[in-house]
């Protein structure tokens, strides 16, 4: 699992919704798929939150199964294996089957776990084919967040139950900002409301102002002077109609989006876009830092430099400010 979000705020609802689901009203088992109509609306930070608040409740572990591209089961599990440090061999991955019985007979003998199927994007991969069955209910609660339309789920097979996420209320909107930077008595208190509105408290859009103000170390930018000047001067406001449930932004949401993002990457520094752009050349999901820091520091040699207590002080300085704005979010792992 990701770290859990120190900033999270709000959706006890439907964390409780969620335990139920899982837990309570459907022993029998079902895939819980927490459903919304935009991206950044926190399907995912949600199902990392309910894997940390519930860990008690699953001695077998908690997993993140990388669903982005997967179509069949099997290559999931394939993944997961590896992920439980199983010895899945080439002969293994060329049959499919084997493999996908081998991870879950693992997966049955476990006290109990957390399956998080993340950013799915392929319709087929729980459409279960042949002899293949999810691991039973009381060995592996299973929990799913789409980028997909609710229509392209299918309908036979597997149970789903499904939770549509909304945007936070403006209070937890605004409770989002304060974890970044508490306002400074009541006049800025009413601008990040007014952001928080004018963002349709969309958490990501909040994310972005929130981290942008943190990292402003001498708080040059008020909430009120973000407000005014980058928001109601720039006509900047969010609506978030969900046409047709479509898992998309409107094309004017979208350049709302893009412009806060704008703003937030011009007050990067040289090194910290180069590094940005070495990322982005590599597979999402498997960045390596020490890679990414070789490269840069061909280009800026202080990155490579050890400071006095033999720890890499620039780097772990520029890593950290990338992981505040969300632009890297390194593993448990550390490795990327
Ligand atoms: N309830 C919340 N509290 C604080 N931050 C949140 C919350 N929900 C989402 N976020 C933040 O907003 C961003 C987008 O959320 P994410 O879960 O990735 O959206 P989705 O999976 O729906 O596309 C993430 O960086 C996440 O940390
Ligand atoms: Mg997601």
Known sequence: MPHHTPSFVGRVAELRELRNVLAIDRPEGTVA?????????????????????FSDNYPGGRWRVRAEGVSDMARAFIRLGRDLGM??????????????RKVRAELQESGGCLLVFDNVDRPDLFQLTGDRALPDADRAHILATPRLERDLWPTNGTDFEFLPLGALSIEDGLRLLERYRGPDGGDERAAARAIAEALASHPFSLEVVGAFLALDANQATTYRSFYEHEIKAKGLTLSLDAAG???????????????????AFAQLH??????????????????????????????????????????????????ARLSALRLLTPTDAGEG
């Open 87 to 100: 010895d899945i061999t080439e002969r293994d991955e060329a049959d499919p089957d084997q493999a996908f």
């Open 270 to 319: 040289a090194e910290e876009r180069l590094v940005l752009d070495y990322a982005a050349l590599m597979d999402a999901e498997q960045v390596i830092l020490p890679m990414l820091r070789e490269f840069a520091g061909k280009d800026h040699s202080t990155l490579l430099e050890e400071g006095a207590t033999g720890t890499a002080d620039a780097w772990n300085k520029l890593i």
């Open 33 to 53: 798929v927490v459903q919304s109509a935009f991206p950044g609306i926190g399907k995912s930070a949600l199902a990392f939150e309910y894997a940390h608040v």
């Open 245 to 263: 449930g479509a898992v998309t932004l409107s094309r004017h949401d979208q350049s709302v989006i893009t412009e806060l993002l704008r703003h």
